[in-house]
């Protein structure tokens, strides 16, 4: 009996998880955080509906912590197999984890001194920095793209590049039992194809039996790359010409570092100053991208090429903040500057306090350039919020506001039926990580248009796969 069960990311957006099961062996596709409003998020300390002490291996398809978040959650809780992913997945996922087990630490730290005088009663952190650290311990050697490799009795992982960030995968599962075999593909994040600094998502090298499919952006289709770049690089020019800031809430993986590639060539190009001031105030951004020029194997050819003449990532105003006092005199500049900081959906980090400072202005702008989950200050901000309250404070919202959704990590409708269709003809597919009423619906619809059967797991559900 082969069976699938979603844990994560069923009829809604984050927390991808899937196990899969044999009577041989029992592996995990991803292990993510739940992301958003409070209530989801509180999910995260909910007990697994599995035991994690009997899962045999875990295949990790990329690097955001809505993948990876919960992994040494998995392991406090009893998992000691080994976690497969490629190169570059492996060393971005030690950069989040760290950064996610400090947060929370900080965190558990301020409420105990709030605690301390009030008397309520403070939650323990999901996990800390040795968590973090002991996990990575559990990292097999790499899995290159189009490498198969065994990962638990009677499975196999062929991982091939999504696209999506560095080092991202789908992965194809072969599982046998008793002289039959299923294949189940992992679609992962499907990257958004025709972007400069990524190789376009390809498909398994053989058909699969079943996929499980990503549904973010099914709904919709994005802007092409270069209407986008030109939409920033206008935005972004007018900004300066009023005398504002630009305020651009980036994720540290490679949405930062594509939009330091096109401010690069914009500047190089003469459509924006010379000397325009860029502060990327985000350590894991800036660690990011040192990673990202660690691993041209997973770069398109073409723009790892580039890197071997001239660094594209290297504006002459560039200015990377790492340390808090640098990050707190960014906002003493009243205007001119571009200022790049996390996180991408304004939940925490640098770019809320950017916002506090800048928001106001009628003069400044801010603009989005990734996906903001229902729930998320960048939410309502997009959604034409007219005040927004922020450390306390309600604050007019005045600055222009921007949304460019061609700079998308994820591949809009007809990309990812594009994709699928080169997969073959599979016998279902099971929509998950996209909104229930929105992504998953609309492409549902797209898929009975062209005949192809699918499902849309619900939270655990058992499903029973057919072998040949």
């Known amino acids: ?19 899969i099961e044999s009577d041989r062996a029992r592996v995990l596709v991803d292990c993510g955080m739940f992301q958003g409003g409070r209530e989801l998020e509180e999910e ?69 001194r709030r605690a301390s005088r009030s008397g309520e009663k403070v939650s323990e952190p999901l996990y800390g920095l040795a968590d973090a650290l002991r996990t990575m311990d559990l990292f097999a050697r790499p899995v290159a793209y189009g490498e198969t490799r065994e990962v638990a009795p009677g499975m196999r992982a062929t991982f091939v590049d999504a696209g999506h960030i560095l080092g991202s995968s789908s992965v ?77 809430p980036t994720f540290a993986l490679e949405r930062s570092q594509e939009i330091l590639y096109v401010l690069f060539h914009a500047i190089e190009e003469g459509r924006l100053p010379r000397r325009l001031p860029v502060f990327l105030d985000s350590p894991m951004a800036i660690s990011a991208t040192q990673i990202f020029m660690e691993h041209p194997e997973a770069l398109r050819t073409e723009f790892a090429e580039e890197l071997s003449r001239i660094d594209p990532l290297d504006l002459g105003g560039l200015h990377m903040t790492r340390e808090t006092a640098e990050s707190m005199a960014i906002n003493r500049i009243r205007g001119g500057a571009v200022i790049m900081a996390g996180s991408g959906m304004c939940t925490g980090g640098r770019i809320r306090h950017h916002i506090r400072h800048n928001i106001w202005n009628e003069n400044s702008s ?8 229902s729930g998320t200050l960048a939410r309502r901000i997009i959604d034409g919020a007219g005040r927004i309250r922020l450390f306390g404070d309600d604050i007019v919202v005045r600055a222009k506001i921007h949304t460019i959704n061609g700079f998308s990590a994820h591949a809009g409708q007809s990309a990812l039926l594009d994709w699928l269709q080169r997969c073959g003809k599979p016998k279902n597919v099971f929509l998950v990580h996209g909104d229930y009423d929105r992504g998953m619906q609309a492409f549902a619809a797209q898929l009975d248009r062209i005949g192809q059967p699918w499902h849309m797991s619900g939270m655990g559900e058992p499903i029973l796969l057919d072998a040949s």
């Open 1 to 19: 009996m082969i069976r699938l069960s979603s844990h994560g990311a069923a009829k809604q957006v984050t927390g991808s998880c899937h196990l």
């Open 44 to 112: 995260n300390a909910e007990p697994f509906a599995f035991d994690a002490s009997q899962i045999d291996a875990v295949v990790l398809t990329h690097a955001h912590l809505d993948h990876c978040g919960r992994l040494p959650l998995l392991r406090k809780r009893g998992f000691r197999g080994r976690v497969y992913a490629t190169d570059a997945t492996r060393d971005l996922t030690r950069l989040l984890l760290m950064d996610s087990a400090g947060l929370q630490e900080e965190d558990t730290r301020r409420a105990r």
């Open 172 to 248: 194809q599962l072969e599982i046998e039992e008793e002289g039959k075999r299923v294949r189940v593909l992992f679609s992962g994040d499907i990257g958004n194809p025709g972007r400069p600094l990524l190789n376009d998502p390809a498909p398994p090298p053989e058909p699969p039996d079943y996929v499980v499919m990503e549904t973010t952006y099914g709904d919709r289709d994005h802007r092409p790359w270069q209407a986008s770049v030109d939409e920033l690089v206008e935005a972004v020019s007018s900004a300066y010409q009023r005398g504002g800031n630009v305020l651009i």
């Open 366 to 373: 801010m603009i989005f350039v990734g996906y903001a989950a």
